[in-house]
């Protein structure tokens, strides 16, 4: 079938954004609250005909500066700086008790969040009160009726043995106002140029980018339950991605990146730099390295490697917010109850180890914040005790066996605010020095009857992952673990031996934790961007999702195994600079 | 506006290293590329936008990005040939270009070779699968080449850099948006100023060199509201223009957003048009969508060979499928129609041919088809048409759709015979389509063949001379061949619509221009619609206590 429109309105050549000079925030805060309170007291009486009115209404505005910045090798590819105003709306209807939240309805069924983009000026505050009007009464029919949703995918079911409330009432929380720097958009602009103009002069390079966005600004929090909370928030993140071609045409690729809460708790400009011209080192070394077919052995994670590997299979397990309940499915008997996950009691690393997250005491990290988004002070929560989880990150939603919100509720866009890592320290049993892991390793390797083991020193973040197998391992919503990008291999006489990354994990799921041999101390907090536990963590894109740090081991893994993923093609036309 | 800028070009120089590059480099391979174009679109861009008298940041931006359009085999069968039964995932492979935005002549070449060496291995790859699908597939009913040559063009344009301030802009689109507030039932509007600053660039294997520019300027206003039987009803006027000195100004702005809101006001309290067959008035700008859909793209050259297609004109060269009155000419190389500025005008296509009118209709019979470089059975050669929004393959598109009509009427009188076919015909009204928000067409085989258009006023006609009712909730539907004979007179003025079109090859700026036409039989369906109740809180409105700026709360 061929459609074919002929349309006048604007949207198709309406571009997104941007100023490239630095602007000053609007002090819009008054406005705001008072379009706010305004509109609140009138949400509160919103009923449709037999349904229940509102028990809950929150506004969450977002009020900040945005700049986002791609370089290659150097060159300007794209600038963007302007100013970003919203507001997510969120009812709820019926009460805290029971609502309409945590179920997931068919295809195209609404639930009660709406965003609606704020114009900048803060004047005039009718303008304002249109915008949440009109978001206002959208989240209150989709509240209703993914209410009625719940309630129909309850019917015949037998009832909850253990009902728990579907909300947390607290007391409101007050905070004072905060203001925002603006972000300085030309040094935003000069980091993704420097960092991308140091890959240049690697033979075979494809792409040498960068991309940096600095994003500061407030959330105001404004509920019916007579929260005002004011939360500072924004991040710093730089993302750098070199990629060679070899002769024999395989691609290889490497990345670095830095999240931090603001730029000036970046590194320094020379020490990412420094870094940046240690990943053409690797990707050089590399491309002149040979290929690994497949492998099954220990393997070594260090660095930035193993806070990959704890941050993408950990958070599914200490993460305490239940997953929403589902329509039952018309034409299955299969029960579409949600697999739980984070099971408290569960062993999740050898005996010994520890997890704790705290975010308040995290200042200077990615990780910090002292109120989450829903206002809650952020608590220290130890997760795991003797390997074990004991306790897991809560936010307002509850669950069987917990107290309430840990602040750990956060959340993108209209998702729900879901509890989610913060800062998080993983603390090994028994430290051992690099040279103690490393011989543990090669140990395990001689067992194995292999000549060397693989020494992991970086995996690709979720984000940036260009091809992932996701595992099915049974009960967890995912597993998995995106491919490496640094692999040497680490012989028994002590040598090392860069190979091409074109190697991918198989089968991996947070139970090779447990088969963790040797840790050394924890090294520096990694700040990392990330989003609650499901899909989304891997559609956040280069420079999108919430800033976290997790500071962790470097570690050996009794056996793993990885497989050749291949594909590669040569270029037929060489470069033209060749 | 800045002074010209003259001299080198390293965009373009870069994109004549990379294709006489590639071209030499691979002459050697066993299935060398027979041609070659890379074109790019250099674009900046300006927005300034308010709502109910609150304004956003301009915001402002700069793009480039690029096409790289490679053929492997011959003239005759080459690796873009359609792929017979191939399926919904068939479409040649296209890689787009991500240019910087500086002149680094290093960085451009090597952004262009990445994208070119991709094409080039993407396109061997798909002739292998052409030959065998014509080894396997029956043969062709229309057994014209897949490409035409083309003289080479050199036209390199001096540029006049848009140095656009959208600060003063500000005031205007705030102020007036705050005119919405005064109607209560607008629940939702804005105001919105959109600039673009655009360099087409193309070099090609023929000896083709060009590069020109084009200012594109849209001030539009919308607004929404519900009505009461849930029916979401949008108006949405604008002034398209190539001139910053021809923006409306402040007074003709307030006039549009006066006239908007009274509009959307008026259309809720409208009633709703149950389904109708009787006699219309099209006016002028509803003409030129129901011409652009009923006829521009059954004349698009690439559907008479394409055997998905219904093809219902391919065949009907030289016959008369339109009263001898109608004349229909596609010319993309009029800028103006009168004083306003045409969105379909553009000197070159996208395949680096000159824009040429073309005749479609001449008295009522069929002439000719609009064509890009692939040729069709009795036409082997382009006439200007092949266009393309950036990252699609070039098909034949329309540019400025005009229909003339011989010895047309006064409005007045042709809405009196608009009465007169009423109580002829004994139907209880006619309908007079004012305004269309767009349209859409089927013409493909597994489809009926029909068309829409969808009016925002529509107005009921009595023959009793009652006043016209404003009525809503109808979209304007047929089939081609039969609509063509229903259109039996016309009025001596023109009304010209500006648009974007969407198909195949993306979105392109069109225009059409059309008189108002009296069709003897239209029908019309219900649309389709929203069912939310309207808000159920009234809107807020300006009070008293509104704060000023520098106020506190």
């Known amino acids: 079938m061929t459609a074919l429109w002929l349309l006048p309105f604007a949207g198709i050549w309406m571009t997104s954004s941007a100023g490239p000079a630095t602007m000053d925030l609007p002090a819009p805060q008054g406005s705001m609250l008072v379009a706010a309170d305004m509109e609140l007291e009138r949400a509160l009486t919103m009923q449709l005909p037999d349904q229940p009115k509102p028990y809950y209404v929150a506004y969450e505005f977002l009020d900040g500066d945005v700049a986002t910045a791609t370089a290659r090798s150097g060159v300007l590819d794209s600038f963007n700086h302007a100013p970003y105003r919203s507001v997510r709306v969120e009812v709820r209807v019926g009460g805290y008790e029971l609502d309409n939240t945590r179920y997931d309805g068919d295809f195209g069924e609404r639930a009660g969040v709406s965003m609606r983009t704020l114009p900048d000026d803060a004047f005039p505050a009718v303008a304002l009160r249109r915008e949440i009007w009109l978001a206002t009464d959208e989240a209150y029919k989709g509240a209703a009726e993914q209410f009625s949703g719940k309630a129909a995918a309850r019917e015949g079911r037998p009832p909850p043995e253990d009902p728990i409330p579907s909300f947390q009432k607290i007391d409101p929380v007050t905070t004072v106002a905060l203001n925002a720097e603006p972000v300085d958009g030309d040094a935003t602009l000069a980091r993704a140029r420097s960092l991308s103009a140091s890959l240049k002069g690697i033979k075979g390079l494809e792409n040498a980018e960068a991309i940096a966005r600095d994003w500061t600004g407030t959330r105001l929090l404004v509920t019916s ?88 299979l950990l958070p599914a397990e200490i993460s305490g917010t239940p997953p929403p309940e589902r329509a039952p499915d018309p034409y299955s008997e299969v029960d579409t109850a949600p697999v739980p996950t984070a099971r408290v009691g569960r062993r999740l690393l050898p005996e010994g180890w520890t997890v704790v997250d705290d975010p308040a005491n995290a200042e200077g990290t990615a990780g910090f914040y002292l109120r989450d988004f829903e206002g809650i002070e952020a608590q220290p929560v130890r997760l795991v005790e003797d390997g074990v989880l004991k306790d897991v990150l809560m936010s307002r939603v509850p669950r069987a066996g917990t107290d309430g919100s840990t602040g750990h509720g956060r959340g993108l866009g209209m998702d729900a605010r879901e509890a989610m890592p913060g800062a998080v320290s993983v603390r090994p049993a028994r430290v051992m020095a690099p040279k103690q892991l490393r011989k543990r390793a090669l140990t395990l390797a001689r067992q194995a009857d292999l000549p060397y083991v693989l020494v992991v020193r970086r995996i690709e973040p979720p984000a940036l992952a260009e091809d992932f197998e996701i595992a099915f391992t049974g009960d967890g919503p995912l597993a998995g673990l995106t491919r490496p990008l640094e692999i040497v291999r680490l012989y028994r006489d002590g040598h090392e031996e860069a190979i091409q990354p074109t190697l991918g994990f198989v089968g991996v799921d947070r139970r090779v934790l447990r088969d963790i041999a040797g840790a050394s101390a924890a090294d520096d907090w990694v700040g990392v961007l990330d989003a609650p536990n499901g899909p989304q963590r891997f559609s956040i894109g280069a420079v999108g999702g919430l800033p976290a740090a997790w500071s962790v081991p470097s570690v050996v893994i009794t056996e793993l195994e990885l497989r050749s993923l291949g594909g590669s093609q040569p270029r037929t036309l060489p470069a033209p600079d060749e | 506006m800045a002074s010209a800028q003259q001299g080198a070009d390293p965009l373009l120089e870069s994109m004549v290293a990379e294709v006489d590059r590639t071209m030499s480099v691979l002459a050697a391979e066993a299935t060398p590329p027979y041609w070659l174009a890379v074109g790019v679109v250099d674009e900046h861009s300006w927005q300034v936008s308010a709502t109910h008298g609150a304004a956003s940041r301009p915001s402002t931006d700069h793009r480039r990005y690029g096409d790289i359009d490679l053929r492997v085999g011959s003239w005759a069968l080459d690796n873009t040939h359609k792929i017979r039964d191939g399926g919904w995932f068939d479409s040649p492979e296209r890689y787009s270009i991500r240019l910087p935005l500086e002149d680094d002549p290093t960085l451009l070449r090597h952004a262009i070779w990445l994208a070119m060496d991709d094409t080039y291995r993407a396109a061997v790859r798909r002739l292998i699968k052409v030959r065998t699908n014509n080894a396997v597939k029956v043969a062709r009913e229309d057994s014209s080449a897949d490409f035409s040559e083309a003289p080479p063009i050199v036209d390199i344009q001096s540029l006049q850099p848009l140095e656009f301030d959208p600060d003063p802009w500000l005031a205007l689109v705030r102020d007036t948006s705050g005119r919405f507030l005064d109607y209560k039932h607008v629940h939702d509007s804005n105001v919105t100023l959109q600039v673009e600053d655009q360099i087409q660039y193309l070099v090609t294997t023929d000896g083709t060199r060009l590069r020109h520019q084009r200012y594109r300027i849209r001030l539009a206003v919308w607004a929404s509201t519900t009505a009461d039987d849930g029916q979401v009803l949008e108006v949405y006027d604008y002034v398209d223009t190539a001139r910053i000195d021809t923006i409306p100004d402040e007074a003709a702005v307030r006039a549009m957003v006066d006239g908007v809101a009274r509009r959307v006001t008026e259309l809720r309290a409208a009633p709703v048009v149950d389904p109708f067959i009787g006699p219309a008035i099209l006016r002028g700008r509803a003409a030129a969508v129901f011409f652009h859909e ?100 070039v098909v034949a598109r329309q540019g400025n759709l005009i229909v003339s009509a011989e010895g047309g009427v006064p409005y007045p009188e042709l809405r009196e015979q608009l009465i007169e076919r009423v109580r002829v015909e004994d139907k209880p009204f006619g309908l007079i389509f004012d305004d269309i928000s767009g349209g859409f067409t089927l013409t493909g085989r597994g489809t009926p063949n029909s068309y829409a258009v969808q009016p925002v006023t529509v107005w009921r006609v009595w023959p009793d001379g009652r006043p016209d009712e404003l009525v809503r909730g109808v979209d304007l539907i047929g089939t081609p061949l039969i609509t063509f004979g229903r259109i039996v007179n016309a009025s001596d003025t023109t009304d010209v619509f500006n648009g974007m079109c969407g198909a195949e090859s993306g979105w392109v700026p069109v225009s059409g221009i059309a008189p108002d036409l009296l069709i003897s039989e239209v029908e019309v369906q219900r649309r389709e619609k929203n069912n939310d109740r309207p808000p159920l809180l009234p809107p807020p409105m300006p009070t008293p206590l509104r704060l000023e700026k520098g106020g506190t709360p």
């Open chain 1, 225 to 312: 339950e007579g929260t005002r909370a004011w939360l500072p928030t924004g991040f710093s993140v730089v993302r750098v991605e070199g990629i060679v071609r070899t002769e024999d045409g395989t691609r290889l690729r490497d990345c670095r990146w830095w999240v931090a809460r603001t730029p000036a708790e970046l590194p320094p400009l020379d020490t990412m730099v420094a870094e940046v011209e240690s990943m053409a080192r690797a990707l050089e070394a590399a491309s002149q390295a040979p290929a690994e077919r497949d492998y099954l052995g220990p393997v070594i994670f260090e660095g930035a490697a193993s806070v990959e590997l704890f941050r993408q």
């Open chain 2, 294 to 393: 009923i006829l521009g793209h059954r004349a698009e050259g690439h559907r008479q060979k394409d055997e998905d297609e219904g093809q219902t004109l391919t065949d009907m060269v030289g016959q008369e499928i339109f009263p001898a009155f109608i004349s229909v000419h596609d010319d993309p190389t009029l800028e103006q129609w009168g004083d306003i500025d045409l969105n379909g005008y553009y000197p070159y296509d996208d395949e680096g041919v000159k824009s040429e009118r073309v005749t479609i209709i001449e008295d009522g019979i069929l002439n000719g088809f609009l064509m890009s470089r692939a040729p069709i059975e009795g036409t082997d050669h382009s006439n200007g048409h092949g266009r393309r929004q950036p990252g699609a393959a």
